[in-house]
């Protein structure tokens, strides 16, 4: 039977896993209804536990546990709330709701940290209304940078224009860390991957996080009429995406260990019976080695730009990012691993295929994370699953963790 604060845990995954903006599947996307309610329930949770809660602007939240020394450089455990689309409970929401049910054990215990601990959720990591990633984090590093401030949602707002005339205001802190303000960052997240799983492993730690590009292609061609234009004359931009996405899936195959995704489409005009003037599509490509990344982004550009050439079709695009892997932090790795072996007896890293805030915390300050096995690997899908043990796992080893800080 699992702790308090574990069940605890484990009911409010689901309990958050249920507010959703969609009655037939999970989305939860920036200062959404669903994601300001689910904002408000954590920090709920947050301040039933005796933290000092606060939200952002882009509403984002923080509990703060200040512990015996509050002036000391804070440790921060986070990770996001908001989703995909028909997305899981666990992917960013695990590492939130963890957090909290270690600092909730260490207070049973009656243990105080002799440093602050900070709770962080952010608003949006997946980047799925403003098409970029990490606006959360990046907003409490005082770091949103031009580029995503003038991305602009499906209905043509910027993200600037949707802070300041939806944003959270009232009552919001404005949240800029600084290196000095902060010791380190730690995220405990689902693995989102297989391998876990083949090794039999609950947990482990991780090593890095691979590299990637995200660019948003615009193909321009001509509108016709689909009766009527006989088909050598035609410029059709869809069928002239289609064959670089059939392109760029060839060249990552043939690429080890690297990875393409085209996850978004959409089409101008758009009818059945008009031939497609514009095709614009999201190119998702990771890699563990930098130069490998943006070698095949090179060589898929390249391939893009005759086949459009060789179509009469026009070719563009905007890189949405442009991220090199990030290491994770050797000293506080091996913290992490110590208390992975205590609790697992072994001590496995992984690279991350996946994104995470931690990538944007690197840029202050070292930082760790914990996986969490997930059943098949599956994840950005409803039927993602941790089970409650590696859950207990997970939740043993940060607690293991924070208790081996008070003497490091
Ligand atoms: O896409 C990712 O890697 C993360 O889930 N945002
Ligand atoms: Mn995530
Ligand atoms: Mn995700
Ligand atoms: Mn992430």
């Known amino acids: 039977m699992s702790s308090p604060p574990i069940q605890r845990a484990l009911e409010r995954i689901d309990l958050l896993g249920s507010i959703s903006d969609n009655s037939n599947f999970r989305v939860r996307t920036l200062l959404s209804p669903a994601n300001r309610r689910a904002a408000a329930t954590l920090k709920d949770w947050m301040e039933k536990a005796g933290l000092i809660v606060e939200h952002t602007i882009d509403g984002s939240v923080r509990g703060i546990l200040p512990g015996s020394n509050p002036e000391a450089p804070a440790l921060l455990l986070g990770s996001h709330f908001d989703t995909v689309i028909d997305a899981g409970a666990y992917d960013g929401p695990l590492g939130i709701l963890s957090a909290l049910a270690a600092i909730e054990t260490l207070q049973e215990e009656g243990i105080e940290l002799p440093f602050p601990v900070h709770i962080l959720g952010f608003s949006d990591e997946e980047g799925v209304r403003f098409h970029t990633t990490y606006i959360g984090s990046l907003g409490m590093l005082g770091q949103l940078d031009k580029a995503r401030k003038a991305a602009t949602d499906k209905d043509g707002n910027s993200l600037s224009f949707v802070l300041a005339t939806e944003g959270w205001s009232n009552d919001a802190s404005e949240i800029c860390y600084q290196a000095e303000d902060v010791r380190g960052y730690v995220e405990l997240h689902i693995e989102q991957g297989r391998v876990l799983e083949e090794l039999q492993l609950p947990a482990c730690g991780v090593s890095a996080l691979v590299g990637q590009t995200r660019l948003k292609v615009i193909i321009e061609g001509q509108a016709d009429h689909a009766g009527t234009t006989p088909m050598p004359i035609r410029r059709d931009a869809l ?170």
């Open 239 to 408: 069928a002239g995406a289609a064959e670089c996405i059939v392109e760029l899936e060839r060249l990552a195959k043939e690429c080890e260990s690297a990875v393409a995704t085209v996850g978004q489409i959409e089409i101008h005009p758009g009818a059945a019976n008009a031939i497609p003037q514009t095709a614009t599509f999201s190119v998702d490509l990771r890699h563990a080695d930098n130069e490998e990344r943006l070698r095949l982004k090179n060589d898929f550009l390249k391939n893009f730009k005759f086949i459009a050439a060789r179509r009469g079709l026009t070719l563009n695009w905007q890189t949405i990012l442009n991220d090199d892997a990030t290491p994770c932090d050797t000293r506080l790795t091996e913290q992490i691993l110590d208390s992975v072996e205590a609790t697992t007896g072994h001590r496995t890293t992984l690279v991350s295929g996946a994104g995470h805030d931690g990538v944007i915390f690197s840029r202050i300050t070292p930082i760790g994370m914990i996986f969490v096995r997930c059943r098949d690997g599956l994840s950005h899908h409803p039927d993602e699953y941790a089970s409650p043990e590696d859950i207990a796992t997970g939740i043993e080893i940060l607690v293991h963790f924070l208790r081996q800080q008070c003497t490091s």
